[in-house]
């Protein structure tokens, strides 16, 4: 998640999930995200970007590593 500060706030909004979420669904997610966790209220959603991004993985390949020393 991220916040430009601007004359207009722009939210980024990632949720991972086997299959994307209809626009419904996703907008339903943001509205909660911005007012639930963000706290913010008296917002208008102008645009929704929706997108499929893939991450490689491998069987048994971890995500995160320890850094050395």
Do not use: K
């Not at 706030?9 to 943001?30: G, H, K, M, N």
């Not at 917002?43 to 050395?68: H, K, L, Y």
Request: charged letters at 20%; hydrophobic letters at 35%; zero cysteines.
């Amino acid at each position: 998640m991220s916040i430009a500060p601007t004359d207009r706030d722009l939210v980024q909004y990632t949720e991972f999930s086997r299959y994307p979420l209809t626009v419904p669904a996703y907008e339903r997610a943001l509205r909660a995200y911005i007012g639930e966790v963000l706290g913010l209220g008296g917002f208008t959603v102008e645009d929704i970007e929706q997108g499929a991004g893939t991450i490689p993985a491998r069987a048994g390949s971890r995500a995160a590593r320890s850094s050395p020393g």
